[in-house]
Nanobody, 120 residues
Framework: QVQLVESGGGLVQAGGSLRLSCAAS????????MGWYRQAPGKQRELVAS???????NYADSMKDRFTISRDNARRTVYLQMNNLKPEDTAVYYC??????????????WGQGTQVTVSS
């Protein structure tokens, strides 16, 4: 099992920045891909960014110029630096991690979500 604890959400004005963190803990499981999704009211959950254990990143096109994902493998923590935030970035942001005893058999785990609100 993998537990994910997120932090760093909040209220910010348009043009501001926030940094989200998500720490993973597990009993005997390795952590592989990690990343962030978000879900705005009335919309489907969408990928924000992901990062492999080796550091390869993937971003949603609308966010790649403003958001940066990174991770600290020793701390089993993934970060999302969000700059130049816009009101349309308002959403609940969910951390996820793929964990398992080996890379061929992983399960996706989710954090509880952290609210990001951008005021205009």
């Amino acid at each position: 099992q993998v537990q994910l604890v997120e932090s760093g959400g909040g209220l910010v004005q348009a043009g501001g920045s926030l940094r989200l963190s998500c720490a993973a803990s597990s009993s005997g499981f390795n952590i592989y891909d990690m990343g962030w999704y978000r879900q705005a009211p009335g919309k489907q959950r969408e990928l924000v960014a992901s990062i492999t254990g080796g550091g390869a990143t993937n971003y949603a096109d609308s966010m790649k110029d403003r958001f940066t994902i990174s991770r600290d493998n020793a701390r089993r923590t993934v970060y999302l630096q969000m700059n130049n935030l816009k009101p349309e970035d308002t959403a609940v942001y969910y951390c996820y991690a793929k964990g398992g005893r080996n890379s061929l058999a992983t399960t996706a785990y989710w954090g509880q979500g952290t609210q990001v609100t951008v005021s205009s």
